[in-house]
């Protein structure tokens, strides 16, 4: 089991950064994946950025070049650094984490951006 707790979600204008957090309970070292989605009021979740356990980085095409996903193992941390933020990234977003057949959400956080 492992419990992920978001945060550092918020209000922003265009064009500016925040950084999500994503806590963990426990270790991520032997996490197989882990990624943030979100999910748009009146859309499907969709993924936005995913990691390994060995570093390999995926995004969603709306989001490359904006958007970097990292971990940090010995703080038990997942982040995802959101720059030159525009509207269509308003969203609650949602750490995700892959061990095996489970998979594990956090509650999600979110984000709005203004225009």
């Known amino acids: 089991q492992v419990q992920l707790v978001e945060s550092g979600g918020g209000l922003v204008q265009a064009g500016g950064s925040l950084r999500l957090s994503c806590a963990t309970s426990?270790?991520?070292?032997?996490?197989?994946?882990m990624g943030w989605y979100r999910q748009a009021p009146g859309k499907q979740r969709e993924l936005v950025a995913g990691?390994?356990?060995?570093?390999?980085?995926g995004y969603a095409d709306s989001v490359k070049g904006r958007f970097t996903i990292s971990r940090n193992n010995a703080k038990n941390t997942l982040y995802l650094q959101m720059n030159s933020l525009k509207s269509e990234d308003t969203a609650v977003y949602y750490c995700?984490?892959?061990?095996?057949?489970?998979?594990?959400w956090g509650q999600g956080t979110q984000v709005t951006v203004s225009s």
């Open positions: 995700n984490a892959r061990e095996l057949s489970d998979e594990y």
């Open positions: 990691i390994t356990s060995g570093g390999n980085t």
């Open positions: 426990r270790s991520i070292f032997s996490i197989n994946a």
